[in-house]
């Protein structure tokens, strides 16, 4: 049996093999306290699961569902862009139901890469931006996202070969893995690169939703002429806890969703129906659920942040999304550190350079961990801090 080459170069997904580790501590009887994956610990708001309950005893529901998804999805997402950020779309030709924004975000990879063209993926950055590229044989040019810069990439910096071979340009605001936010003056300067060198521009903004202190992250469709030239991924899954049922969307440029659209219905068979109904209610439904749990991720990012600073391991507020970035102090890399936590404390982070190269010299954070694993987590945090201290008191 030979693998293709695509398969014997695929680098194993960061969170399967930090999963990985955790079931093989848990199975020694280890007690872990995971800040790994962004995964909302807080169910999904009951209005929602009861739509679902009531939408799977329908036979209706239990048949094969459209690919290209409800159209009454398609109007419920359009209406919910418009009531969140003012922006139109035709619901029939600018929205596309995703089975999960990953989904989507992979496949699109298909639509305008052949082997060798070249994408511009951001570094740090989501994983499935470049490894769409990877798999479909084209390259990943890197912008860095660095501190100076606001974890924005200097769109200025790319050399204008690059530029003028890159078919897809790829952003995330708010971001992960560093948190950062980018304004809508960034998103036009974004356009503006886009026009000039003739690429489409894929955003992914599942973070919109997750965001503290009064701040309103914004899209980038609402950019002048973002829809001319890129998408938005969309998801529902950290906007209302619903990592599990799998829905997202694409938004925006009517030739990408379409491409996109032709691509899925030869690969898979849709959301189930009964999924998308409960997602018609999420987003059509009250929306206080997003504040209340905003106020439960900004107390634990405040208390994430304080005890991260008070070890030594520098960090700042994030204004949105679900995580902390963190560095690493002097002597460490991201791996020392993350396997350190773990084999000293039992604790989990993301080392950084699992996000690609410029993520080194960081650890990331998730905030969505129980409020008892975040006090234990802390705890621990502080015990680290405290041998370290002693060990060093010691030399
Ligand atoms: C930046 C980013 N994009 C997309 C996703 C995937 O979202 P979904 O659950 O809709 O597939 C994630 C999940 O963590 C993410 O962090």
Same mark, same amino acid.
């Given at each position: 049996?030979?693998?293709?080459?695509?398969?014997?170069?695929?680098?194993?997904?960061?969170? !399967?093999?930090? @999963?990985?580790? +955790?079931?093989?501590?848990?199975? &020694?009887?280890?007690?872990?306290? $995971?800040? %790994?994956?962004?995964?909302?610990?807080?169910?999904?708001?009951?209005?929602?699961?009861?739509?679902?309950?009531?939408?799977?005893?329908?036979?209706?529901?239990?048949?094969?569902?459209?690919?290209?998804?409800? *159209? /009454?999805?398609?109007?419920? +997402?359009?209406?919910?862009?418009? &009531?969140?950020?003012?922006?139109?779309?035709?619901?029939?030709?600018?929205?596309?139901?995703?089975?999960?924004?990953?989904?989507?975000?992979?496949?699109?990879?298909?639509?305008?890469?052949?082997?060798?063209?070249?994408?511009?993926?951001?570094?740090?950055?989501?994983?499935?931006?470049?490894?769409?590229?990877?798999?479909?044989?084209?390259? *990943?040019?890197?912008?860095?996202?660095? /501190?100076?810069?606001?974890?924005?990439?200097?769109?200025?910096?790319?050399?204008?070969?690059?530029?003028?071979?890159?078919?897809?340009?790829?952003?995330?605001?708010?971001?992960?893995?560093?948190?950062? !936010?980018?304004?809508?003056?960034?998103?036009?300067?974004?356009?503006?690169?886009?026009?000039?060198?003739?690429?489409?521009?894929?955003?992914?903004?599942?973070?919109?939703?997750?965001?503290?202190?009064?701040?309103?992250?914004? $899209?980038?469709?609402?950019?002048?002429?973002?829809?001319?030239? %890129?998408?938005?991924?969309?998801?529902?899954?950290? $906007?209302?806890?619903?990592?599990?049922?799998?829905?997202?969307?694409?938004?925006?440029?009517?030739?990408?969703?379409?491409?996109?659209?032709?691509?899925?219905?030869?690969?898979? $068979?849709?959301?189930?129906?009964?999924?998308?109904?409960?997602?018609?209610?999420?987003?059509?439904?009250?929306?206080?659920?997003?504040?209340?749990?905003?106020? +439960?991720?900004?107390?634990?990012?405040?208390?994430?942040?304080?005890?991260?600073?008070?070890?030594?391991?520098?960090?700042?507020?994030?204004?949105? @999304?679900?995580?902390?970035?963190?560095?690493? *102090?002097?002597?460490?890399?991201?791996?020392?550190?993350?396997?350190?936590?773990?084999?000293?404390?039992?604790?989990?982070?993301?080392?950084?350079?699992?996000?690609?190269?410029?993520?080194?010299?960081?650890?990331?954070?998730?905030?969505?961990?129980?409020?008892?694993?975040? !006090?234990?987590?802390?705890?621990?945090?502080?015990?680290?801090?405290?041998?370290?201290?002693?060990?060093?008191?010691?030399?």
């Amino acid at each position: 049996m030979k693998l293709a080459k695509r398969i014997e170069n695929l680098p194993p997904y960061l969170f !399967v093999e930090i @999963s990985k580790k +955790i079931a093989e501590k848990r199975a &020694k009887g280890e007690d872990v306290v $995971s800040f %790994g994956i962004g995964d909302p610990d807080i169910p999904t708001p009951a209005h929602i699961i009861d739509r679902l309950c009531q939408a799977a005893r329908e036979p209706a529901n239990h048949r094969y569902p459209e690919s290209e998804g409800l *159209p /009454e999805l398609h109007q419920a +997402i359009a209406e919910w862009y418009q &009531k969140r950020f003012g922006v139109s779309l035709d619901p029939d030709k600018e929205v596309l139901p995703l089975i999960g924004a990953k989904e989507g975000i992979a496949h699109i990879a298909l639509c305008f890469i052949d082997p060798g063209d070249i994408a511009l993926v951001p570094d740090p950055a989501y994983p499935v931006y470049s490894i769409g590229t990877l798999l479909t044989g084209g390259n *990943p040019y890197y912008l860095p996202l660095t /501190e100076k810069n606001g974890f924005l990439p200097d769109l200025d910096a790319i050399p204008e070969y690059i530029a003028k071979r890159a078919k897809l340009l790829w952003l995330n605001y708010p971001n992960n893995p560093t948190g950062a !936010v980018a304004g809508l003056d960034f998103f036009q300067r974004a356009v503006q690169f886009a026009r000039k060198y003739d690429l489409a521009i894929c955003h992914d903004g599942p973070y919109t939703e997750v965001a503290f202190d009064g701040y309103q992250p914004v $899209s980038f469709l609402q950019a002048d002429g973002a829809k001319e030239v %890129g998408v938005e991924f969309h998801s529902l899954s950290k $906007s209302y806890n619903m990592t599990g049922w799998r829905i997202g969307m694409v938004v925006g440029n009517a030739v990408m969703v379409d491409a996109l659209k032709r691509v899925k219905s030869n690969l898979d $068979s849709g959301i189930p129906q009964a999924i998308q109904y409960a997602a018609i209610e999420a987003l059509r439904g009250p929306q206080d659920c997003i504040q209340e749990h905003n106020a +439960i991720y900004q107390r634990r990012r405040d208390l994430v942040v304080d005890m991260l600073n008070s070890v030594g391991l520098e960090a700042k507020s994030p204004k949105a @999304s679900l995580y902390v970035w963190a560095k690493v *102090p002097e002597g460490y890399t991201s791996t020392d550190l993350a396997t350190d936590l773990l084999e000293q404390v039992g604790v989990v982070v993301t080392p950084g350079i699992g996000y690609g190269k410029g993520g080194e010299g960081y650890v990331r954070l998730s905030l969505t961990i129980t409020d008892a694993g975040l !006090v234990k987590g802390l705890s621990r945090l502080a015990g680290w801090r405290d041998s370290k201290n002693r060990f060093r008191a010691k030399r």
